[in-house]
């Protein structure tokens, strides 16, 4: 089984209380071949909330809080689905703290990309589960 990001499938999850829907993801969704899930959802942050960004292995909302707990709750919880439904490949929105994959913003709110891994990625990985980003399949 193939997960998905929940905001790559239509479902208006991101900070910004928006999606950035992929069509072929959607298709993938609706016929079968995938299951979307969100892990900051999972981990019970509200929608819309102020973006967040790692820093030094934690994970920061742009007014300064320390959010990584709630961060890692919900990482854990996709994860532990993730494992259920047998995932092999992952689909993953890019530079998100938690689902991207490679390249994450660098905890300076400016835009500035770093390599690294979201924390879901990172679990992902960790299991030998293939991570992808949108980029990589449009
Ligand atoms: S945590 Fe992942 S699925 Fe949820 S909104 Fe962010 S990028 Fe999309």
């Known amino acids: 089984m193939i997960i998905v990001s929940a905001c790559l499938a239509g479902v208006e999850c991101r900070y910004n209380g928006q999606e950035f829907s992929i069509p072929k993801i959607i298709e993938m969704v609706k016929k079968g071949q995938a299951i979307s899930l969100c892990p900051e959802i999972l981990g019970k942050l509200p929608t819309p909330r102020l973006s967040a960004e790692q820093y030094d292995g934690r994970i920061f909302s742009s007014d300064g809080q320390d959010l990584t707990n709630q961060y890692l709750a919900g990482a854990k919880v996709a994860l532990n689905?993730?494992?259920?439904?047998?995932?092999?490949?992952?689909i993953l929105k890019s530079k998100s703290p938690t689902c991207g994959c490679g390249k994450i913003y660098d905890g300076t709110f400016s835009g500035k990309l770093i390599n690294g891994d979201g924390i879901f990625c990172k679990f992902l990985k960790e299991e030998n589960i293939e991570v992808y980003t949108e980029n990589?399949?449009?």
């Open 136 to 138: 990589e399949i449009r």
């Open 81 to 90: 689905i993730a494992r259920l439904v047998g995932c092999k490949k992952a």
